[in-house]
């Protein structure tokens, strides 16, 4: 669980420091995200220690998240990293100054919350193999991902993001169950393993349509399906193909937690990209009409 929320918090944090590196990069020489100059934004941002710094967060969150998914249930890890977006909410507010209303405080509590009760009712990770058929279907399941995106982009605005934000969560829930179906790095059986595709190309699309999801469609709505897509899902596999249990007679808790954490985070969803401050408005001179 150490692990879990460890890399919540370097996933919640990273998203600051990028979005913060962003901006300034933006306003350095008034280079402005859109078409034709995305490339330039993202060259100017990679100049930026604290844009490089969200990156080093990413990949120690990646870390801590595999090792958390080797030892803990995926039910409770999901939830563990959705709790990220309580996280950014956090930072948001001290590094960006973002006015959190009480509604959003509460949230914050309520996620903190479910997650101690998840806490206290998880047991070990399930002890059962993953068959070769689940292995198959989570490849299956990637490939999905990838073509829900083209499906995706023919519909309207809000329509759009919310699948390509359940796609995105999706994609990352295939690969907190892929982790579980790598039992051998040795390359004579990790290249003929099925998961091992699954993974990277889970990943992979989950970063493309959740990128996508975010420039093109609302954050809140999109942040909603991710979170949905990566908890869901994966809990349920977990439990019923992977043998993830609860510890004795505590089920009803851990289901509980895990519904109170979900629920919290949702209602943090718009913190999917950390979020702009409101400029200060300007005041009128006397006299002016």
Same mark, same amino acid.
């Given at each position: 669980m150490v692990c879990a929320l460890g890399a919540a918090v370097c996933f919640g944090t990273a998203t600051v420091f990028q979005a913060v590196a962003a901006r300034a990069a933006a306003g350095a020489d008034g280079v402005q995200a859109g078409?034709?100059?995305?490339?330039?934004?993202?060259?100017?941002?990679? &100049?930026?220690?604290?844009? #490089? !710094? =969200? *990156? @080093?967060?990413?990949?120690?969150?990646? %870390?801590?998240?595999?090792?958390?998914?080797?030892?803990?249930?995926?039910y409770a890890?999901?939830?563990?990293?959705?709790?990220?977006?309580?996280?950014?909410?956090?930072?948001?507010?001290?590094?960006?100054?973002?006015?959190?209303?009480?509604?959003?405080?509460?949230?914050?509590?309520?996620?903190?919350?479910?997650?101690?009760?998840?806490?206290?009712?998880?047991g070990a990770e399930g002890d059962k193999p993953g068959s070769t058929a689940l292995k198959w279907a989570m490849l299956a399941a990637a490939l999905?991902?990838?073509?829900?995106?083209?499906?995706?982009?023919?519909?309207?605005? &809000?329509?759009?993001?919310? #699948? !390509? =934000? *359940? @796609?995105?969560?999706?994609?990352?829930? %295939?690969v907190e169950v892929t982790v579980r179906l790598i039992d051998s790095l040795a390359p004579a059986t990790l290249f003929t393993n099925p998961a091992a595709y699954a993974l990277v190309l889970g990943g992979g699309a989950a970063f493309l349509l959740l990128t996508t999801a975010l420039q093109r469609g609302s954050v809140t709505t999109a942040t909603a399906g991710l979170v949905l897509?990566?908890?869901?899902?994966?809990?349920?596999?977990?439990?019923?193909?992977?043998?993830?249990?609860?510890?004795?007679?505590l089920a009803w808790l851990a289901v509980l937690g895990f519904a109170v954490a979900v629920a919290g985070a949702l209602a943090l969803a718009r913190?999917?990209?950390?979020?702009?401050?409101?400029?200060?408005?300007?005041?009128?001179?006397?006299?002016?009409s």
């Amino acid at each position: 669980m150490v692990c879990a929320l460890g890399a919540a918090v370097c996933f919640g944090t990273a998203t600051v420091f990028q979005a913060v590196a962003a901006r300034a990069a933006a306003g350095a020489d008034g280079v402005q995200a859109g078409p034709g100059g995305d490339a330039a934004l993202l060259l100017r941002a990679l &100049r930026q220690w604290r844009y #490089l !710094l =969200g *990156l @080093g967060l990413d990949g120690v969150g990646f %870390v801590l998240q595999i090792a958390a998914l080797r030892s803990l249930p995926i039910y409770a890890v999901g939830a563990a990293l959705a709790s990220s977006l309580a996280v950014t909410a956090v930072a948001a507010a001290r590094l960006l100054r973002v006015r959190l209303s009480g509604t959003e405080w509460a949230a914050v509590a309520v996620v903190c919350a479910g997650l101690a009760l998840l806490g206290l009712a998880s047991g070990a990770e399930g002890d059962k193999p993953g068959s070769t058929a689940l292995k198959w279907a989570m490849l299956a399941a990637a490939l999905a991902v990838l073509a829900l995106g083209s499906v995706a982009g023919r519909l309207p605005e &809000r329509g759009r993001a919310l #699948l !390509l =934000g *359940l @796609g995105s969560g999706l994609g990352f829930g %295939v690969v907190e169950v892929t982790v579980r179906l790598i039992d051998s790095l040795a390359p004579a059986t990790l290249f003929t393993n099925p998961a091992a595709y699954a993974l990277v190309l889970g990943g992979g699309a989950a970063f493309l349509l959740l990128t996508t999801a975010l420039q093109r469609g609302s954050v809140t709505t999109a942040t909603a399906g991710l979170v949905l897509g990566e908890t869901l899902g994966p809990a349920a596999i977990g439990v019923v193909w992977l043998g993830d249990r609860t510890r004795d007679g505590l089920a009803w808790l851990a289901v509980l937690g895990f519904a109170v954490a979900v629920a919290g985070a949702l209602a943090l969803a718009r913190f999917g990209e950390a979020p702009t401050p409101e400029p200060a408005q300007k005041q009128e001179p006397a006299g002016s009409s």
